[in-house]
């Protein structure tokens, strides 16, 4: 296996994720087709328990793998970077089976938590049916999360990235040909066909996961798993409570980021409920901002997912190398490649939201409204993502506690007013909810970066001047933009001419966003002179 640099596993780790999240864009077009609002509506309340339960059983550990791994490594401790993967994958073991039973066993008060008194919609019995339907993927995907970190401590890129293309293919035919089949040829009912998607989950990190024991089978040498190792001196106290210390952070981190979509679910359900929405009306408002709206996020917040699986590592070792102007180069590099990827993709899909979500949704009145305004919190989350891994990659856990709950309960505390004040001024209360939760990822955000600041003497003049030059393309294609919707509007409820319309605006913002980058140099500025002269040769090699 070849080990990758920042950048380079950046882009490898960016791109696979990406693909992957298109994936999980396309199968909402058949999977909404067949099971419909309230199947969807259904599907949603499964994926964010999914969501905040996977954070518990498997966010901290994978990641603090990989951070350990490579700090071993770093340091030249082999058999504690190999005893470290052993104890990871025992404690995971405890908290996989834990959590299971935790879901398996209270589903239906859970169920009832989510949708309380709601009437006319789905039942408790169908939301705890879908419950249980999750908890069996909880059994596998620790597992496989774990040593996709140990992995990724040694920069092995690739595989790790790989595995969720596997996973993702795997997970997305069960959710369409099962889904399909329950109630097109056995005409069951479509919570049984949502609960077959939901197993999608356990079998496909089934299959990734056979994948990656393969991939380390066969890299034993690389990994120092082939030989016996001279025992290192630090014990497995020591090790277990670097696990722990590294892993709670990054478990707060993730709850809280789903916890943000929960809350959302349940206090959104609450008050649109309050202000006499109908049912149907509810789930739907609820699921198309907690989850559906979110599928469509999948491509920009991939940019930071991509990014963190590297920045981690490379973080670590320049920090255990007390290397801080690397560490400065690289959140600032991160902080710039966030803004020059996702500020244009967020600016067209929201001018694009009639046509973007008539293609995976069909015609729909709330559903553009929403995303039009939602699809901005992708580059909030993509910030925090960023900026809450660099900290946890310097050690700062208490900064990472402060940032978490801050914007948790800012969250939390706007929502009902910011979604009552709405309603009383005449604009639509769910955007109370988007509005709250972009402040509180804004304060986590702006929180991180001043400590970050404060701890290393880090400079952000040079990533701003950059996000300032990249507002002069940005500007330049959302002109160019509206420009074309005077001569071609795209008021269409045909999802063939909704695909047309996409693909015409996103060529001509997508020339109108490169060539005044060009010209300001803003690739190379980005991405580095290095990079860029290696995929030129590259380039050149494949044409001569």
Known sequence: MKKNSFIEGTIIATLAIVM????????????????????????????????IFLGISSA???????????????????????RAFKLGKKIISYISIFVFLILFIFA??????????????????DVAFIVRCVSFALLVIPYLSVSKGFLQGHKF????????LIEQIVRVLIIIVGSYIAIN???????????????GAFVSGCVAYAYILRKIKNNKSDLSLDRPLKKDKVSDKEILKKIA???????????????????????????????????????????????????????????????????????????????????????????EIIFFVSL????????????????????????????????????????????SSTLQGVNNFKAVYKCSLTGFLVNAILDVPLMLLFNRIGIYPFYGALISTMIGYTLSVIIGLKIIKKDFNIKYKKAFQTCLKILI????????????????????????????????????????????????????????????NKIKKKLTKKVS
Do not use: C, H
């Not at 040829?185 to 197993?199: E, P, Q």
């Not at 149907?280 to 907690?290: C, G, M, P, Y």
């Not at 244009?344 to 293609?359: E, N, R, Y």
């Not at 795209?490 to 997508?510: A, D, E, Q, R």
């Open 473 to 532: 393309p940005t500007i330049i294609m959302l002109m160019s933009l509206i420009v074309l919707k005077m001569f071609i509007p795209f008021n269409t409820t045909s999802k063939l001419n909704s695909i047309l319309i996409v693909i015409l605006y996103t060529f001509v913002g997508l020339i109108a966003y490169v060539l005044p980058s060009l010209k300001l140099n803003l690739f190379k500025e980005v991405l580095g002179a290095s990079y860029i």
């Open 157 to 164: 890129i690739a595989p790790s990235s790989k595995s969720q």
């Open 108 to 125: 239906k008060p859970i169920a009832s938590l989510i949708i309380g008194d709601l009437s006319g919609g789905n039942t408790i019995n």
């Open 245 to 335: 210390s590294y892993a709670i952070p990054f478990i707060i981190i993730n709850i809280a980021a789903n916890i943000y979509n929960f809350v959302d679910m349940i206090l959104i359900l609450r008050t649109l409920t309050s202000l006499n929405y109908n049912a149907s009306d509810v789930e739907f408002i609820t699921s198309a901002i907690t989850t559906w709206g979110g599928k469509l996020n999948m491509i920009v917040v991939a940019i930071a997912s991509g990014m963190v699986i590297s920045l981690i590592p490379n973080i670590v070792q320049s920090f255990t190398l007390k290397k801080w102007n690397e560490v400065s180069d690289k959140l600032n590099k991160a902080i």
């Open 20 to 51: 992957v999240k298109i994936l999980g864009m396309l199968y909402v077009i058949p999977f909404y087709a067949t099971v419909g609002e309230k199947g969807s509506a259904l599907y949603g309340y499964g994926y964010n328990i999914y969501l």
């Open 60 to 82: 901290g550990i994978p990641v603090a793998m990989s951070k350990i791994t490579n700090e071993y490594a770093t340091l030249g401790m082999q058999e504690a970077k190999v």
């Open 185 to 199: 040829i056995f005409k069951t009912s479509t919570t049984f066909a949502v609960g077959i998607a939901i197993l």
């Open 344 to 387: 244009p993709m967020v600016i067209g899909l929201s001018f694009l939201a009639k046509p973007v979500w008539t293609i995976f949704y069909g015609n729909s009145f709330y559903g553009p409204i929403i995303f039009e305004v939602s699809i901005f919190n992708a580059i909030f989350t993509n910030m925090y993502m960023v900026i």
